[in-house]
């Protein structure tokens, strides 16, 4: 199986939200494993949820662009914003290990995608940030 | 995405989530969660059968209420995950914080009952 999907999404949850049933549908469409499908669109909305939440500082409304490329049994997921030069793969990894009372909240979306694909980069170029994850 | 009030007298509450628990999802029942769930002095156990997804927003739900109950020592129960959500819960680093049990038998002994 190969198939391609490439569509841009406003920097809302609303829209992000909305946008994430194109993924649903592609997953559909293209006979993803169960397991791989809920990788997708979990990696999918924790990257979003953090570039709507982190990227922009002004409130003007701005554009990202996603795109999937399914190879075989490979998946490759990128997402193009003008926000800020932020590499989310630097983030250090919540302590697993604390007691409930203690446990961290945030953290957890970068960890899970971490911890879901094969391999993640992060570049920046011509004033944009090009998030790249494998699955 | 649903919240079904099993029981939420007696002396502990049970509780089902169904559906996506996806940014929509999370909207949509996160207060009533956090009221029905932490609303009392006792353990809940969270049906999560009919659960299809979940991402780190839904487990921030999740975290926020066990948190909650934890500091009246009260706790919350995850029940019957399907098995992608369980992966999910588990890489998270969930089952040190609250049990996750497949047994209903089982949700009632971790609460006591």
């Known amino acids: ?135 | 995405m649903e919240l079904k009030i099993i029981q939420n007298d007696g002396t502990y509450t049970h509780v089902a989530l169904s559906g996506r628990l996806d940014i929509d999802g999370v909207k949509a029942v996160e207060l009533e969660f956090a009221s029905v769930v932490a609303g009392k002095n006792q353990s809940a156990i969270v049906d999560i059968t009919e659960v299809s997804f979940i991402a780190s927003l839904g487990m921030r739900m999740l975290l926020s209420t066990a948190k909650n109950l934890r500091t009246r020592s009260c706790k919350v129960v995850l029940y019957n995950p399907q098995p992608v959500v369980q992966e999910a819960l588990e890489t998270a680093g969930f089952s040190s914080v609250m049990p996750i049990v497949n047994d209903f038998a089982k949700a009632l002994e971790e609460i006591g009952k």
């Open chain 1, 1 to 135: 199986m190969s198939g391609r999907l490439d569509f841009t999404t406003a920097n809302t949850f609303d829209s992000v939200a909305e946008a994430a049933r194109r993924l649903e549908t592609f997953a559909e469409e293209s006979s993803l494993p169960p397991r791989k499908a809920y990788q997708l669109e979990l990696i999918y909305e924790e990257l979003m949820t953090n570039v709507v939440k982190y990227s922009y500082q002004d409130a003007l409304p701005h554009q990202i662009q996603v795109i999937l490329d399914h190879h075989d049994d490979e998946l490759a997921f990128t997402i193009i914003h003008d926000g800020s030069d932020f590499n989310p793969w630097t983030q250090e990894d919540p302590d697993l290990t604390t007691p409930l009372e203690d446990r961290q909240e945030g953290g957890i979306g970068i960890l899970l995608c971490r911890k879901f694909s094969r391999s993640t980069a992060y570049e920046r170029k011509d004033g944009k940030s090009i998030i790249t994850v494998v699955i």
